[in-house]
């Protein structure tokens, strides 16, 4: 996929098909955090489907795209950075539009997208309005669709995570897709979708509870904003090293070996794991190992736990704003590869039941007065895709065949897998030095 295969690009500014508030719209606490100024970046695989005219494809996917934008009339605005020292973001809402990019690559076909890319960046053109900086003005979300040299289809989205979560991206898509399609009229204007709710301050620092910040800070240890000795060179070598795209799919039967092995190395009283607890124990023992790490290194496991019925009260239906706190398992490079699946699994088991209202409240406390901010040492950050219901995304091409990032990079992925709703594809890349040893791993049974 050489750079110089796509052809044909335009790009158009889509603006809500009818009018919108003229507002500033203050963003919350949780989604002003510095590490989650970035785009978060979906690519879509469809299939060749004889008959389908692309023209008016392209006609439809921008028409149901302005509509869209009127609900959600915040990602057609800017985001910035607030001017009284807060630190907080907040987005300009003056309907400034959305980007859509038309592209045709000449070279790709779907078989392309059946295995892990060679490097990094190779899909990058599929989404090729890169953000560095969402703060400096750029469109809060962008749509490319590429046509491929057989006639399938890929779609790349790009959304502001300041603006939305992943649960919150996928609600906009699934209205979206219901524009696009008759769906839309047939489930009565979209009345089956929770209607977008902005309600930042929810996930705000209340008054009332600055007084208590500091008690609870101390009271609720995070383990995730703890920073921990580099005692290998971590960061330079993720950073100097070539990282290697991996792909490794789940399907059920070896999710439930993993679950037996889990079960059978661990206490009495770890009744059960999910499917997510075993794998990403898997994963990270897998990933630990393959990186010959130092044995008393201190390691992390971060992923994202959904709060919106944590918290007391619950969030309403249709928040779309960042609603999720940082889960953190951690233990010493010797435990994690020298002890059991179970051990793994447990860590990650209790780092999730930790997570209550209060949790999620000092949390908030913390990064609002703190700015606090993960660590980056001897960390495996995992996402879990597989969940957001991007699999049923049709736009009129069918359901995608693949769903992934545009580039696989140091965080881990879950995936969906097409026509397997109880599998999970895993991607990251590694080091060099470490992927053939951690794919060897990973797709075996680590005791």
């Not at 999730?352 to 406390?365: G, P, Q, T």
């Amino acid at each position: 996929m050489a750079a110089s295969s796509l052809h044909g690009k335009e790009a158009t500014v889509i603006y809500p098909s009818e009018p919108t508030p003229s507002t500033v719209l203050s963003l919350s606490a949780l989604d002003s955090q510095l590490f989650l100024r970035f785009t978060i970046e979906y690519l879509l695989v469809y299939r060749p489907r004889p008959g389908l005219d692309p023209l008016a494809t392209v006609a439809r996917v921008k028409s149901a795209l302005a509509k869209a934008l009127v609900p959600y009339y915040p990602l057609a605005g800017r985001v910035r950075a607030k001017q009284d020292g807060s630190g907080l973001l907040e987005v300009v809402c003056l309907g400034q539009g959305a980007v859509f990019i038309e592209a045709v690559d000449r070279e790709s076909t779907i078989n392309d997208f059946e295995s892990a890319p060679r490097y990094v960046t190779q899909w990058r053109k599929l989404l090729s309005l890169y953000v560095a900086d969402v703060l400096k003005g750029a469109p809060p979300l962008v749509v490319q669709l590429t046509w491929l040299r057989d006639g399938a289809a890929a779609l790349g989205i790009g959304f502001n995570h300041c603006v939305c979560d992943g649960i919150g991206s996928a609600e906009f898509l699934n209205l979206f897709t219901e524009l696009c399609t008759s769906r839309h009229n047939e489930l009565g204007g979209g009345h089956s979708l929770p209607k977008p709710v902005w309600d930042r301050h929810l996930m705000n620092s209340s008054s009332s509870r600055q007084q208590h910040a500091d008690t609870r800070a101390s009271s609720v240890s995070h383990l995730e904003f703890n920073r921990v000795a580099d005692l290998c060179g971590f960061v330079s070598r993720f950073s100097n090293e070539r990282l290697v795209p991996t792909s490794i799919t789940f399907d059920k039967r070896r999710l439930n070996e993993l679950r037996k092995l889990a079960l059978s190395t661990s206490r009495p009283s770890e009744l059960a794991y999910t499917s997510f607890e075993v794998l990403s124990a898997h994963v990270w023992r897998s990933w630990a190992r393959s990186l010959n790490l130092p044995s008393n290194q201190i390691l992390k496991l971060l992923f994202s736990i959904n709060v919106r019925n944590r918290v007391k009260p619950s969030l309403p239906s249709g928040y779309y704003g960042d609603a999720f706190v940082l889960g953190c398992a951690q233990t010493r490079v010797k435990d994690l590869t020298e002890k059991d699946l179970g051990h793994a699994a447990m860590l990650v088991k209790k780092a999730k039941e930790r997570v209550d209202s209060e949790y999620v409240k000092s949390v908030i406390d913390s990064v609002s007065h703190t700015r606090a901010c993960p660590d980056s040492v001897a960390v495996l950050i995992v996402s879990q895709w597989s969940r957001l219901g991007l699999e049923r995304v049709d736009f009129g091409m069918g359901r995608p065949t693949q769903v992934g990032p545009i580039c696989c990079d140091r965080y881990c992925l879950f995936l969906p897998v097409f026509n397997q709703t109880d599998a999970v594809k895993v991607m990251v890349a590694v080091p060099t030095s470490a992927v053939d040893k951690y794919e060897h791993l990973a797709k075996g049974l680590c005791w």
